[in-house]
């Protein structure tokens, strides 16, 4: 079975202090995504990463910053947070190599800024 | 703009009833609709749909895709207080990329 883990299940932080969400998956896929979810906005994409080292701009990529070393490996950083930044924070990685592939998805980060 | 409007954003039933959820998307170069469900936490995967009138179907669960009305509707029947969940459907972005866009989620809850 493929497995995504996030390093925290919950996280709370202060206003303008840098955070680290780190994902690791095992099934040697080569993408990965960082979603947040919101009520009543549904799931949408931070950025997404195809290869090591290589990056996409998702939807609301305004505040947030990936990096992708090692392939197995997505870190979201959030350089100073912000209180509008609290929410639900999902990894998830698929196959790759070209078409659809279903999404496997970690179990989440609540994060709180305060 | 890619968009994916699911239908009712909530429901309640009781034990053993049977209901039915929507999908509707505009999306540029359609191949393919997924659906998810999300419990307390991770999405799991249920069905990729890529063909119309074909039926996919998984235990009390089932799926299928209207590419000429571009929706999609999910079946549960007999259903279980297990079943209360967000369902999601998502399509590829721009029909044939790996980024998903996600419909906003019906939450469904069974009642004993």
């Known amino acids: 079975d493929v497995k995504v883990t996030q390093s925290s299940r919950y996280l709370v932080k202060r206003t303008g202090e840098k955070v680290f969400l780190e994902c690791v998956q095992d099934?040697?896929?080569?993408?990965m995504f960082w979603y947040r979810q919101d009520p009543g906005l549904g799931l949408r994409l931070i950025y997404f990463?195809?290869?090591?080292?290589?990056?996409e701009k998702g939807d609301i990529p305004e505040g947030y910053s990936v990096s992708r070393e090692k392939k197995e490996r997505f870190s979201l950083i959030l350089e100073s947070a912000s209180t509008n930044q609290t929410s639900m924070y999902l990894c998830?990685?698929?196959?790759?190599?070209?078409?659809?592939?279903?999404?496997?998805f970690g179990p989440g980060t609540r994060l709180t800024v305060l | 703009e890619d968009k994916v409007v699911q239908s009712p954003l909530s429901l309640v039933v009781h034990e053993g009833d049977t209901v039915t959820l929507n999908c509707s998307y505009e999306?540029?170069?359609?191949?393919?609709l997924l659906w998810y469900k999300q419990e307390k936490k991770a999405p799991t995967f249920l069905f990729m749909l890529?063909?119309?009138?074909i039926e996919k179907k998984s235990g009390r669960l089932s799926s299928i895709l209207d590419k000429k009305e571009l929706f999609s509707i999910l079946n549960i029947t007999a259903t279980q207080t297990g079943d209360s969940a967000v369902y999601l459907c998502?399509?590829?972005?721009?029909?044939?990329?790996?980024?998903?866009?996600f419909g906003k989620g019906t939450k469904l809850t069974v009642n004993p």
């Open positions: 099934m040697d896929h080569e993408n």
């Open positions: 998830a990685s698929s196959l790759g190599a070209g078409g659809v592939n279903e999404q496997f």
């Open positions: 990463s195809y290869d090591v080292k290589m990056k």
């Open positions: 999306v540029t170069n359609f191949r393919s």
């Open positions: 890529t063909s119309s009138g």
């Open positions: 998502a399509v590829p972005h721009q029909g044939g990329s790996e980024k998903l866009v």
